[in-house]
């Protein structure tokens, strides 16, 4: 490429109307393909002919070479040799990338060629791919022909270039008179704060001076305009100055005020003599009265803590104990509270008598009359004169006798149902421990919602104090149809399951889990007979034997088998009375499912397993996973788990990458699973896949593919949904045209 290029060919003879243009734009495209890469623009500035490369958001400059000054020295020598070539009338064309940059021809005249001996440098570039040229002169002959020539503008153009002028130089006029005024008031309110701050020092024993709000004074400080003059805030309720008021305001002289009233204004004005002689004597008899308060509290307080005895007095009160513990703990005030005031409101009855103490919170403390009588003065003073909860009890007071009455009668009660409770808790010990009975083939059960089961549990348990307090459990019956459906008149949910114990004894597999827990039809009678409910509301169980065909065809035994445990068809099932409903039972669980599947930025587990086999503990599903040791359950070698948040929309190849960040295993070399079952549909999601929060999944590394960087993966990802820049539409950098390699195969072809 050059940087100057003449309009006329080798051929025109015409010189006086060819044109010289100047190199003044290259774009470069950095990158191995045509459809993607990054692009940068070196950029002359026509002013002093410095060259700028723009970056991005990074500018930076080139010095006085398209390609950086250290470029220049590199072209010097065929720079040399082109300027030969041009002074003897050689046409010199130069190729880059294909693509014809530039033709410098000679001319006769003695001006054309000494300029075109400055044009005598070429430059090459792989990475440029587009050159941009703006006129520079024309020759010496079109130049002299020009020189006369005047340029007119339209009329129309002129006249907005004008009015556009016009208004621009009366806004510029009119904000630097603005600015002019701003500074001329800002330098003499300057001058003002200056002198008045010089005149506000006085002598308050010698001249007379004034109070002004500190508030105020900020203001006027830092403001331009200030408000008129506020000393509201210094006022009493008399319309004087507040003793409080002393930190919020400042003395100035009277000179001071004079100028600053004159000026803004306000109010009111504040002498001397403006003090409230009400208020200083209300605040010297609050000050008396704390100080008073306070040696008074700490006499009596000594009193109490010395064993409540007054050599003065002979008589004894009773003040409530909890409050009188409070009172000794809390630190001393200023002046009495609320608290201060109940010394005896917890010991008192509806009846305005004596509580006896066995009531909860009644319990009470004997007090010498002397304390008695300090108690009694704070509360008054609290009260405004009324005695409220403060009613005196002394030491020979009877307790109120219709409170006894009640008491012994809530007593009696109270033990009667704790009498109540231990008898049915014996009676039936083995269900309110909470274990399986025995079931035998063939016998008939009844079913309990577990739900209700819980709640009686919790009742028969509560025999203390708070016997008479603890709820019983909700109706039965009602617990009984809540499970039934209405349409089908059928169980909403599946019996229970099955299972044998170590010594072969046949009981339910999960009953604090299961929604229903089988209990004998005698526990049965009893529960209905004690909570009022009607024997034909029961749900009966039969613990029948299936073949094993048909123990498959109803769907009650799983299709695979343990490897190491026992034949699962051969274990009993429990058929119920009503059957259950499986038409709702599928509706709710699929709809359980749905809502359970929706999850965001959930937690999952995957362990990345080491050795050639993964432990079993991770080939079987959680449901049915036995107990089984540590070691079983870590397998042959000792795996890294790792925890990933994922949400049900994140799809195979997702959890692939993340599993990837989190262990350096790359995407082509996991073999992603989830129990048995490998995944390997990447555009499955883990909603399709029924994959839930806290699911255990397993990888295993191939290692058949290279190590590589995540960010490579990324990128390509990236990549490969990006769009081409829109200004290279219809050309062979947009990708929405068959690439480089391509044409070139056709072009083979062709030839």
Not at 229 to 241: F, R, T, V
């Amino acid at each position: 490429m050059h940087p100057r290029i003449s309009t006329d060919g080798p051929d025109s003879s015409n010189a006086e109307n060819s044109l010289l243009y100047d190199l003044s734009c290259i774009l470069i495209h950095k990158g191995n393909f045509a459809d993607r890469g990054h692009y940068v623009a070196n950029i002359r500035n026509d002013s002093n002919g410095e060259w700028w490369q723009f970056d991005d958001e990074l500018v930076s400059s080139l010095g006085f070479h398209p390609f950086g000054d250290t470029m220049a020295k590199s072209s010097k020598e065929e720079a040399d040799d082109t300027s030969i070539k041009c002074m003897q009338g050689v046409e010199s064309h130069e190729t880059t990338c294909g693509i014809e940059t530039g033709v410098i021809r000679t001319a006769d005249s003695d001006t054309h060629g000494k300029s075109l001996n400055q044009f005598e440098e070429s430059l090459t570039s792989a990475d440029a791919y587009m050159l941009i040229y703006s006129m520079r002169v024309p020759h010496a002959a079109t130049t002299n022909s020009r020189t006369n020539e005047t340029f007119l503008f339209p009329n129309e153009l002129r006249c907005i270039v004008e009015t556009q002028n016009k208004a621009l130089l009366e806004k510029c006029q009119e904000y630097k008179k603005n600015l002019e005024n701003m500074i001329a008031a800002r330098t003499r309110r300057k001058d003002e704060i200056k002198m008045i701050l010089s005149l506000m020092s006085v002598d308050s024993q010698v001249h007379q001076y004034f109070w002004i709000a500190s508030s105020w004074l900020r203001i006027w400080a830092d403001e331009l305009d200030p408000p008129p003059i506020d000393n509201s805030e210094l006022l009493c309720e008399h319309g004087k100055l507040h003793p409080s008021s002393v930190t919020l305001m400042k003395r100035i002289s009277k000179r001071a005020w004079d100028s600053l009233f004159s000026q803004y204004g306000g109010g009111p004005e504040l002498s001397a003599e403006d003090y409230c002689i009400e208020c200083i004597m209300e605040n010297a008899k609050n000050v008396a009265s704390v100080s008073s308060f306070k040696s008074e509290r700490a006499r009596i307080k000594l009193m109490l803590d010395n064993g409540g005895v007054s050599p003065v007095d002979e008589k004894f009160y009773f003040v409530s104990k909890t409050w009188l513990q409070n009172w000794l703990r809390r630190k001393a005030a200023e002046a009495p509270t609320e608290v201060d005031a109940s010394p005896t409101a917890a010991i008192t009855c509806p009846h305005k008598g004596l509580l006896p103490d066995k009531f909860p919170g009644a319990k009470r403390q004997v007090v010498p009359g002397e304390a008695w009588e300090y108690f009694v003065q704070v509360a008054q003073q609290v009260h405004q004169g009324e005695g409220e909860g403060c009613m005196g009890f002394l030491v020979a007071t009877s307790t109120c006798s219709i409170c006894e009455a009640e008491l012994i009668e809530s007593t009696s009660q109270q033990q009667d149902l704790k009498a109540t409770k231990i008898a049915e808790r014996e009676k039936h010990e083995a269900l309110f421990s909470g274990g399986s009975i025995p079931l035998t083939l063939g016998e008939a059960y009844c079913l309990v919602p577990s739900a209700w089961l819980h709640q009686w549990r919790s009742y028969l348990a509560e025999t203390g104090k708070k016997t008479q307090k603890s709820e019983e459990p909700v109706w039965l019956e009602s617990s009984i149809q809540e499970l039934i459906c209405e349409k089908h008149q059928g169980l909403l949910f599946r019996p229970p399951k099955l299972m044998k114990n170590r010594r072969g004894e046949l009981i339910q597999a999960n009953p604090n889990d299961d929604v229903f827990t089988i209990i004998l039809e005698e526990t049965w009678n009893d529960l209905c007979e004690r909570w009022n409910v009607n024997l034909a509301q029961s749900i009966q169980g039969f613990v029948v034997e299936l073949a094993k065909q048909e123990c498959i065809s109803t769907g009650s035994q799983e299709a695979e088998k343990d490897e190491s445990g026992p034949d699962d068809s051969s274990i009993p099932v429990l058929m119920t009375k009503p059957e259950a409903c499986h038409v709702c039972i599928e509706e709710r669980e699929s709809a359980e499912l749905i809502r359970r599947l929706q999850y965001v930025d959930e937690e999952i587990f995957v362990d990345v397993v080491e050795g050639n086999e993964p432990p079993k503990a991770l080939l079987e599903p959680i449901e049915s996973q036995r107990r089984v040791s540590k070691r079983a359950r870590r397998g042959p070698t000792s795996n890294k788990r790792i925890s990933l948040k994922v949400s049900g929309t994140t799809t195979v190849y997702q959890l692939k990458l993340l599993i990837w960040e989190a262990s350096s295993i790359v995407k082509e070399n996991q073999r992603l699973h989830i129990c048995r079952t490998e995944l390997t549909d990447e555009m499955a999601s883990l909603s399709d896949l029924n994959i839930l929060p806290g699911a255990h999944l397993w990888v295993m590394d191939t290692g058949v593919h290279q190590n590589r960087d995540i960010a490579e993966e990324l990128y390509a990802q990236a990549t490969d949904t990006t769009t081409s820049e829109g200004g290279f539409g219809g050309t062979f950098l947009s990708g929405n045209l068959p690439g480089l390699a391509g044409v070139m195969a056709d072009n083979m072809n062709v030839g």
